[in-house]
C-alpha cells in the first residue's frame, strides 16, 4: 500500500462513521453528526478537506442526489485493515509471517487456547 494511503486521526474517524452507516451520508449530515457526538464544529470546507483526501486514498466516493453529493465507503474496514497489516509485515519484516508473529508475541508466551486457535488458522490457511 501506498504511503499517502494510510489515514490521520480524523480521518480514521469520518472513515468509522461511514463504515458504520448503513446509507451514503451527505457533508452536512457528517458534520451534524461530529458536533452532536464529538464535540467537533467543523466548517464544510474543512470536512470537504478530508473527504477529497480520502477520495484521493480509493476509500471515500460521492453520488449526487440532486445537488447534493452523498458519501460512502468504498473499501470495506477489514480491506483497509489487512492492506495496513500487509504493508507492516512487506516493510518492516520482509514479508515474513514468522519474523512478525515472533515479535507480536516478544516475551508474552501463548496461552494453550491461543495456541490451538492459531493452529486451528494454521492449518485451515494451509
Given amino acids: 500500500m501506498d504511503r499517502s494511503k494510510k489515514m490521520t486521526d480524523t480521518e480514521s474517524e469520518i472513515m468509522e462513521v461511514l463504515w458504520n452507516s448503513e446509507i451514503p451520508m451527505s457533508a452536512a449530515e457528517l458534520i451534524d453528526y461530529f458536533a452532536q457526538h464529538h464535540g467537533k464544529s467543523w466548517k464544510a470546507t474543512t470536512l470537504a478537506t478530508f473527504l477529497s483526501r480520502l477520495s484521493q486514498k480509493g476509500l471515500v466516493d460521492s453520488v449526487r442526489k ?43 508466551p501463548l496461552s494453550p487456547a491461543d495456541r490451538k486457535e492459531l493452529k486451528a488458522w494454521l492449518d485451515k490457511e494451509m
Fill in 66 to 108: 440532486g445537488r447534493v453529493p452523498y458519501y460512502h465507503p468504498i473499501q470495506t474496514r477489514a480491506a483497509y485493515m489487512q492492506s495496513i497489516a500487509q504493508e507492516v509485515l512487506d516493510t518492516m519484516y520482509q514479508g515474513s509471517v514468522t519474523k512478525f508473529f515472533a515479535a507480536l508475541c516478544g516475551d508474552t
